[in-house]
Each structure stands twice: as structure tokens, then as C-alpha cells.
Nanobody, 116 residues
Framework: QVQLVESGGGLVQAGGSLSVSCAAS????????MGWYRQAPGKQRELVAT???????TYADSVKGRFTISRDNAKNTVYLQMNSLKPEDTAVYYC??????????WGQGTQVTVSS
């Protein structure tokens, strides 16, 4: 059974930095895209950033220039470095792995709180 285990997150003041990571355990193959989503209270889950197996990245406009996504294919791990955090970045952050057959795997979510 595949599980995505997230770590990191927490509480930080505005302007600070945090990082989160997500590692897959179990038998998981042919992962094409890894990504991070977030969901703030009362809002829909939104895409934050993605990275393909070839290293091509995409970012939501709201985080461009502040967040960096990276991955370690050998470890089936994806990272998100978040700098210059703003209160509006406060949300539960979820990692997502999508394989070549478009099956999605999700992490349990980790809370990121940015105080003003």
C-alpha cells in the first residue's frame, strides 16, 4: 500500500521561511508528476506547484519567486521551500503524486501558519 508521508510545516512569522517534504512509502512506480496543493479554511484546494520527472516546474502566480519545488526521484520525495511567507499562505499543504496512468496519491496534509 502506498503512503505519502509529509513532514515540516509549522508556525512562522510573516517574511520567514519554512520547508515541507513528502516521501512515498510502499510500492510506487512510474511517478510522472509531483506537486503541492493547499487548502485554506473556507476555500477550495488550490495548486501551489508541480514538478515533472524531467524537472519541469510550474507555480501558482501567488507563489512565484517565493516558493521552490524540487524532487529526489531516487527517494520518491518532493520538497517545497517557502520563503517570504505571507499570512495568506496559511493553509494545510498536501503533497500529490501522479503516475503515468493519471492515478493520484495524496499526503495527509501538514499545517502551515504564517502570523502577521
Amino acid at each position: 500500500q502506498v503512503q505519502l508521508v509529509e513532514s515540516g510545516g509549522g508556525l512562522v512569522q510573516a517574511g520567514g521561511s519554512l520547508s515541507v517534504s513528502c516521501a512515498a512509502s510502499g510500492s510506487i512506480f512510474n511517478i510522472n508528476r509531483m506537486g503541492w496543493y493547499r487548502q485554506a479554511p473556507g476555500k477550495q484546494r488550490e495548486l501551489v506547484a508541480t514538478i515533472t520527472s524531467g524537472g519541469i516546474t510550474t507555480y501558482a502566480d501567488s507563489v512565484k519567486g517565493r516558493f521552490t519545488i524540487s524532487r529526489d526521484n531516487a527517494k520518491n520525495t518532493v520538497y517545497l521551500q517557502m520563503n517570504s511567507l505571507k499570512p495568506e499562505d496559511t493553509a494545510v499543504y498536501y503533497c500529490n503524486f501522479r503516475n503515468l496512468y493519471s492515478s493520484d496519491y495524496w499526503g495527509q496534509g501538514t499545517q502551515v501558519t504564517v502570523s502577521s
